[in-house]
């Protein structure tokens, strides 16, 4: 007899955004952008199944966090961003309205950028 959870999930479907990240791509990407980030006023970091498993075959979660909440200047961070390449792709009305139709009540601001075609979720603290 065959359970109701005795069956193979299909595969993930990979988007063309979608790539293969380790830690040592990821701190390639980053290391060009620290200097610039603290000189806009925040620290960058690596999360997700990058920080957390090493790798991921999706996307990389980076966590841009104010040096201080006295001045949050998000726009100087996408300034950051433009500037090293990245392009905005998804914003966060977008992703925030995605979230609500699953059932998600979360606020935290994050957003979609793109570097060379790849895909990186940028989680914007304040």
């Given at each position: 007899m065959t359970k109701a959870f005795d069956y193979e999930k299909p595969p993930k479907t990979r988007t063309r955004y979608d790539a293969d990240w380790d830690i040592d791509k990821a701190r390639t990407?980053?290391?060009?952008l620290i200097k610039d980030?603290?000189?806009?006023?925040?620290?960058?970091?690596?999360?997700g199944s990058v920080f957390t498993k090493g790798k991921s075959t999706k996307d990389l979660d980076l966590i841009l966090s104010p040096l201080t909440?006295?001045?949050?200047?998000?726009?100087?961070?996408?300034?950051v961003l433009t500037a090293h390449g990245w392009t905005p792709f998804v914003d966060r009305v977008t992703v925030t309205a995605k979230w609500r139709q699953v059932g998600s009540l979360d606020e935290k601001h994050v957003e979609v950028w793109l570097h060379d075609s790849r895909r990186i979720d940028v989680f914007f603290l304040k």
């Open positions: 990407l980053i290391e060009p980030m603290w000189a806009a006023g925040f620290f960058i970091g690596i999360a909440t006295a001045k949050v200047d998000l726009d100087a961070a996408k300034t």
